[in-house]
C-alpha cells in the first residue's frame, strides 16, 4: 500500500496544474480537530503502547487487539470521522459504527 500511495503522490505532483481551484472555498479548518490514540477509551479488550518506526516516522502507537472497541472521547460528540492514521502490520479491518466507537475486526 505505500508503493500506491507513493505513486499518486507523484502522480498528483507531475499533474497539479490540471486541477482546478475552486473560487467558493469555505475554511473549515476551525472546525478540524485531532483525536490522537492515547485519547480514546477502552470499553472492551486489550490495548498495548509501543513504539513504531520507519523511514518517515517514528511514533508511540497503539496496538489494538481483534475484538476491542474503544471509545472517543465525549468532546467529539457530533464530529466525523476524516481519516484514520494507523500502522498495517498485520491484517485487521476498522469499522466505524455510528455510535461513536472503533472496532477492530
Not at 513504539?51 to 481483534?66: D, P, T
Not at 472521547?73 to 466507537?101: M, Q, R, S
Request: proline fraction near 2%.
Amino acid at each position: 500500500m505505500d508503493v500506491i500511495n507513493s505513486e499518486l503522490g507523484k502522480n498528483i505532483v507531475k499533474n497539479i496544474e490540471k486541477f482546478t481551484k475552486n473560487e467558493n472555498q469555505i475554511s473549515c479548518i476551525d472546525r478540524l480537530y485531532t483525536c490522537t490514540a492515547s485519547e480514546l477509551l477502552l470499553i472492551i479488550g486489550n490495548i498495548e503502547e509501543s513504539f513504531h518506526a520507519n523511514s518517515m516516522y517514528n511514533e508511540k502507537i497503539l496496538r489494538i487487539y481483534n475484538g476491542s472497541i474503544l471509545k472517543f472521547p465525549t468532546k467529539y460528540k457530533g464530529f466525523d470521522v476524516l481519516a484514520v492514521h494507523c500502522w498495517t502490520i498485520e491484517n485487521h479491518n476498522l469499522k466505524f459504527p455510528k455510535i461513536g466507537y472503533l472496532v477492530v475486526q
